[in-house]
């Protein structure tokens, strides 16, 4: 047996399917490259049958990184060759397929009987083989579905020319002993002495075992562990990379396995992985949380005080975590800033540095003291509204317990300044109604969120909202110790970010149509 866990990365794939979540091109570009930094083994870059957006998502990171890069295909031919297309230019490429077996899917999603879904998944398997050396095969939620079935399924797969064999337990039914049993059997039946086939672990969260199911999969013979950073994924999502990566490394005495991860880079890609998709890393998390290494208690302390292996079984320094450093201030230049931002996990344009040190400067003018968390916020707000049409010039509120509240806004376009005015139910939704007044986009706000970036009454207000404009939804952020201003321009961040896809749309139609 191979003594090198794989990590397969699909934070772009599936955990792009967390409801409310939507990354931009760019961004999946920028993400990706991280995780080379990282070090995972195969990154899924998406599914490129999906849409063209996909496709074109999947091709960009396929030229962009020295990593293995996937495509997850359904077993219909239209999607195998788009996965093909797609990776034509990775270095490392794997074309991933998959088909629902258990009993619950095959009648309810499928309408397909076993006989059916046996030959459609061999036919499959075989045409992903003929054109990727590298094929990937996955029984969707194995998990439920008949032992007798999943074993011959799977058997079937690896004859016609399946290199990985993922077992995914797709809603998270399965307890910990049952996934491990299942890995050791498929092990015993199917893989056997072969060391070209390798067994996969898929595992999401539901009832909250996902690490653990991971990891047990792994003791019981998977070599690759299927995971997102920050647990991201749909419902309660899935396996989160950082956890897993550290269990097998703290517990090595148990699982006897290596990888091929540099843990130096978790702290700093778990931020930006919340940072682009909008959701935040509660502060109990493991391994990544903010109170993972604080300690309250005072015989907590009085130990770590003494010696930090009292109560820390890691190390925050080899997970990339800050240990004081550069203090920041109103004497504080470009290079600092940008340095600092680097550690905390973002790499800033010369345009969005040279947004976030102005503001960055005004802050400073505001506050007593610029703490870390500040710095984080003022990073992840430029990263998602620096480029635009529109910036804001000015706004004034009027509002009351017993009056309609109004607002009136300008913002800045190409040197011009416009200026509207329109009431709301509050202050907040005043300016959202200003802000399309201007724009003319008819805009919808689809979630909104406030928080306070660190305590006290000169506290940076961090509001991250989600805007939809026809089919299209972005993701905005604003930080100000305005509450009022920090929405406005969450809202406008979002609302730019409309504007330049709209304007895209309308291009690709112009160029359809000569």
Do not use: W
Request: charged share 25%; with cysteine.
């Amino acid at each position: 047996m191979l003594d090198t866990v794989q990590f397969l990365d699909t934070t772009l794939r599936d955990g792009e399917q967390t409801p409310g979540v939507s990354f931009q091109l760019v961004e999946k570009v920028d993400f990706a490259r991280t995780l080379d930094a990282l070090g995972v083994d195969m990154i899924e870059a998406g599914f490129a049958g999906a849409s063209q957006g996909d496709f074109e998502a999947v091709r960009a990171i396929a030229k962009t990184v020295s990593t293995g890069v996937c495509s997850l295909a359904r077993c219909v031919e239209t999607d195998i060759r788009a996965a093909a297309e797609a990776l034509k230019d990775a270095k490392k490429p794997r074309i991933h397929v998959f088909i629902a077996t258990s009993p619950l899917h095959r009648q309810a999603k499928l309408n397909m009987n076993r006989e059916q879904v046996l030959q459609a998944a061999v036919h499959s398997v075989t045409l992903a083989k003929s054109l990727c050396a590298d094929v990937q095969f996955s029984a969707e939620d194995a998990t439920r579905t008949e032992l007798d079935f999943l074993y011959e399924i799977y058997t079937a797969a690896a004859k016609a020319g399946a290199t990985v064999l993922n077992i995914p337990d797709t809603v998270g039914y399965a307890t910990v002993k049952e996934y491990g049993d299942l890995i050791a059997d498929l092990y015993a039946r199917v893989v056997g002495q072969r060391e070209d086939l390798i067994l996969s672990a898929h595992c999401h969260n539901d009832l909250g075992l996902a690490t653990a199911t991971s990891l047990e999969a792994v003791r019981r013979g998977a070599r690759q562990v299927e995971c997102t950073l920050n647990g991201l994924g749909e419902r309660a999502g899935n396996a989160p990379l950082e956890e897993i990566l550290m269990g097998l490394r703290t517990r090595k005495d148990v699982y006897g396995v290596r990888d091929n991860l540099h843990p130096k880079e978790l702290y700093r890609i778990s931020r930006l992985a919340a940072g682009l998709s909008g959701v935040e890393i509660p502060p109990n998390k493991a391994v990544v949380g903010a109170n993972a290494f604080v300690h309250q208690s005072g015989i907590h302390q009085h130990g770590v005080l003494n010696n930090r292996a009292t109560y820390e079984i890691m190390k925050p320094e080899e997970l990339g975590i800050p240990q004081g450093g550069v203090v920041l201030g109103k004497l504080s230049g470009r290079h600092a800033l940008r340095e600092h931002a680097m550690e905390l996990g973002f790499e800033l344009t010369e345009h969005e540095l040279n947004r976030a040190f102005e503001k960055f400067k005004e802050l400073c003018d505001r506050k007593k003291d610029v703490t870390e968390r500040d710095v984080m916020a003022i990073c992840r707000e430029q990263m998602h509204g620096a480029t635009g049409s529109y910036r804001m010039n000015s706004f004034q509120i009027f509002s009351g317990n017993h009056m309609t509240s109004t607002a009136t806004v300008s913002l800045q376009k190409d040197g011009d300044v416009i200026t509207r005015a329109d009431c709301g139910d509050g202050p907040v939704e005043a300016c959202f109604h200003a802000v399309d007044q201007i724009t003319k986009l008819k805009c919808a706000l689809e979630s909104y969120q406030l928080r306070a970036v660190t305590e006290g009454e000169d506290a940076l207000g961090e509001v991250t909202v989600r805007v939809r404009h026809g089919e299209t939804v972005m993701l905005g952020k604003g930080v100000s110790t305005d509450i009022i201003e920090a929405s406005c321009l969450a809202y406008l961040n979002a609302v730019n970010r409309l504007a330049e896809a709209c304007q895209e749309q309308d291009e690709a139609a112009n160029n359809e149509r000569t």
